[in-house]
């Protein structure tokens, strides 16, 4: 399914690569997010999202900043800018990410110790990495079942309802 056929009035928590596709205008998937994004701006959609998530969105954006004006290859570029602090200063158009979001009319859920210890029988379950397994413990504590996301790995579950950004193209 695809983000544009959720209902009007649906929760739906958020995932970071939404925002991604969002904020990366040269992005196949960007209309697609800014368009789901208006919708729960709008409170057409009820929009959900953690704090590790906006906080991954900003990482993720700063590592396409980053990417735009080094010539580095993508899978050095931490390691780079670990090295180059001076470089990483100068890196500031992902520093608004966090508070656009805010501006989103998304409720932000805060993660407590309690969820992260409960989150981890959710890589032994689904073989999910930590950020994703965090996203599910979250999802189904608060009882959504809808999620919004280009993540494959939530198809392994069979009470989410996946909803996929579509291709400009």
Known sequence: MFLLE??????????????VYHFSKGSEFNKSCTDFLYRVETSQIHGFTSAGIIMEASHRLMM???SSV??????????????HP?????????LTVPNKI?????????????VIDASQLNKTKYGFLSNDSLTLKIMEDM???NIASNDS???RVDWLKLYLPSSSE
């Open 6 to 19: 959720i209902e009007s009035g649906a929760k739906v928590f958020i995932d970071a690569n939404i925002f």
């Open 64 to 66: 396409v900043e980053a």
């Open 70 to 83: 080094l010539d580095v290859e993508i899978k050095n570029l931490p390691k780079y800018l670990k090295q």
């Open 86 to 94: 001076d470089v990483v200063k100068q890196l500031t158009k992902h």
């Open 102 to 114: 805010a501006g989103l009319n998304i409720e932000i859920v805060q993660i407590t110790q309690k």
């Open 143 to 145: 009882g959504l079942a």
């Open 153 to 155: 790995d939530f198809k």
